[in-house]
């Protein structure tokens, strides 16, 4: 069942008014997972049609959101989900990460959209859209925002999932590669495995053994 307010098209609608033609939400989800990839998921809504229960992914079961996730890809007039690996966010870091995964979601629209909007007040999404909104909560707030969110989370959960299938010991399945204290436990009995990001602050405190030592990220130039 979904909780908390419903987002609306407020936003969207004040960017219509100023003749905006084509506005995207954009939400990331894995940022502070230690292992797996990061995702950006971008989508455009109509303008009329709405499809109900739609909340930022937060505030939705995991069965909610995989309910929900085929009736918001149908209902978007386009959308995308944007990849990081792993090994891409170690190489990188997380800002110029977090940019790559943005850019790879606007490249996947079918449309070039005149204004995005996405929560926080980082703006990762300049400059591969004119204009960007940055609102705080608008993943609770902006329908195309919290359906972006659901839509990227859905498809990061699917990959942990598959994932898990060849590193059972860490439990993927059911934590998607965030910290929990399975997740811990596993990390010192086991070691990192493939997919954890090894230049993450985690390897310093759970991972006793120096089978697999912590990497240390040399500086990389920006992608902008």
Same mark, same amino acid.
């Given at each position: 069942?979904?909780?908390?307010?419903?987002?609306?098209?407020?936003?969207?609608?004040?960017?219509?008014?100023?003749?905006?033609?084509?506005? !995207?939400?954009?939400?990331?989800?894995?940022?502070?997972?230690?292992?797996?990839?990061?995702?950006?998921?971008?989508?455009? +809504?109509?303008?009329?049609?709405? &499809?109900?229960?739609?909340?930022?992914?937060?505030?939705?079961?995991?069965?909610?959101?995989?309910?929900? =996730?085929?009736?918001? %890809?149908?209902?978007? !007039?386009?959308?995308?989900?944007?990849?990081?690996?792993?090994?891409?966010?170690?190489? #990188?870091?997380?800002?110029? %990460?977090?940019? +790559?995964?943005?850019?790879?979601?606007?490249?996947?629209?079918? !449309?070039?959209?005149?204004?995005?909007?996405?929560?926080?007040?980082?703006? =990762? !999404?300049?400059?591969?859209?004119?204009? &960007?909104? #940055?609102?705080?909560? %608008?993943?609770?707030?902006?329908?195309?925002?919290?359906? %972006?969110?659901?839509?990227?989370?859905?498809?990061?959960?699917?990959?942990?999932?598959?994932?898990?299938?060849?590193?059972?010991?860490?439990? =993927?399945d059911t934590n998607k590669g965030y910290p929990c204290p399975i997740h811990k436990a596993a990390l010192q009995g086991y070691g990192p495995s493939a997919i954890h990001r090894r230049t993450w602050v985690f390897m310093d405190n759970y991972v006793p053994w120096g089978g697999c030592p912590r990497v240390f990220r040399a500086e990389q130039p920006t992608l902008f």
């Open positions: 069942m979904a909780r908390g307010r419903a987002p609306t098209r407020k936003i969207e609608q004040e960017l219509w008014a100023q003749g905006c033609e084509t506005v !995207v939400g954009i939400d990331e989800v894995g940022r502070g997972a230690w292992a797996g990839p990061l995702m950006v998921g971008a989508a455009i +809504l109509p303008r009329e049609k709405r &499809v109900l229960g739609v909340r930022d992914s937060k505030l939705l079961t995991e069965r909610d959101r995989e309910r929900l =996730f085929e009736r918001i %890809a149908d209902w978007c !007039v386009t959308w995308s989900v944007g990849s990081v690996s792993q090994e891409e966010c170690d190489e #990188m870091g997380m800002a110029d %990460a977090q940019r +790559l995964a943005c850019r790879r979601a606007v490249e996947g629209l079918d !449309v070039v959209p005149d204004v995005a909007v996405s929560d926080g007040k980082w703006n =990762f !999404v300049s400059p591969l859209v004119p204009r &960007v909104e #940055m609102r705080v909560k %608008a993943d609770r707030n902006c329908l195309s925002v919290a359906a %972006a969110s659901v839509l990227a989370k859905v498809v990061r959960d699917r990959e942990m999932r598959r994932l898990a299938d060849s590193y059972p010991n860490w439990s =993927f």
